[in-house]
């Protein structure tokens, strides 16, 4: 019935940095409709609070704190999540960091740090999730890029290289794995108010100009990303992959 596709009853789902922000706000949406959630995070106590407000709300949510930036770690995470809590069906690749600074005096650190926690930690654990739903034949995958996968901002660069890269991975992973079970896609949000946009949210000079900018006007909200999650974790995408969603209110779209 079309009713059920968008059911996730039974389905077990990972959301990588879901302690906070947009990884919290697809937990909770994917719980909404029928998931039973994994909470991953490096914060062991944050994420238990985290987990507790979804199980406050009747869910059934699990955590996984581990560091998805240490390929070992996901590895071990990954099959004590299969073996203890049930096969991942549903991976969102959400983890991620921001610095800002101009290029020419970018930290290289700071650099080293986004690249392995804004790409290789997709790589690191969707590729230990796949060599699970592969065996199983099935599994989706949704990576989060960004409106920076498309555009740059002054003081972003290093950002806008990372998520243009998940965007690319994105589809290197669909031409892999499509073909033999796994639908792999991508959401990119436009500007949310979230813990990692502090600097621009509390900015009334920013937002006046994202207001300008964006065509719907104003800044996103949280729960209106959950819809895109929902859509590609359930039955109703079954033959979707390899493709960005643009949840930006119509940002990328304009001049």
């Known amino acids: 019935m079309m009713s059920n596709l968008f059911d996730l009853t039974g389905k077990t789902a990972l959301v990588t940095g879901s302690s906070q922000g947009i990884g919290f706000a697809l937990a909770e949406g994917l719980a909404s409709h029928g998931a039973r959630i994994v909470l991953n995070g490096r914060n062991a106590d944050k994420l238990e609070a985290a987990a507790e407000q979804l199980r406050m709300q009747g869910y059934d949510v699990h955590t996984a704190p581990f560091d998805v930036t240490n390929p070992r770690a996901v590895a071990t995470a990954i099959d ?39 790409v290789s930690s997709v790589f690191y654990v969707a590729q230990a999730v796949a060599r699970h739903m592969l065996r199983r034949g099935r599994g989706r995958i949704i990576n989060i890029a960004s409106a920076t996968s498309e555009l740059a901002r002054i003081s972003v660069a290093p950002y806008t290289a990372s998520k243009g890269a998940v965007k690319n991975l994105t589809r290197g992973m669909a031409t892999d794995w499509a073909g033999r079970g796994l639908q792999v896609n991508a959401i990119a949000p436009g500007y949310f108010r979230t813990p990692l946009n502090t600097a621009l949210t509390e900015s009334k000079e920013f937002t006046a100009w994202l207001e300008a900018r964006t065509p719907a006007g104003r800044w996103g909200d949280l729960d209106e990303l959950k819809g895109a999650a929902i859509f590609l974790a359930s039955d109703a995408a079954s033959f979707v992959n390899g493709h960005t969603l643009y949840v930006d209110g119509g940002l990328t779209v304009s001049l």
């Open 80 to 118: 004590k999540i299969e073996a203890g809590i049930g096969p991942i069906d549903i991976l969102i690749n959400n983890a991620g960091m921001q610095y800002r600074a101009s290029l020419e005096e970018f930290p290289l650190d700071k650099w080293e740090d986004m690249m392995r926690t804004n």
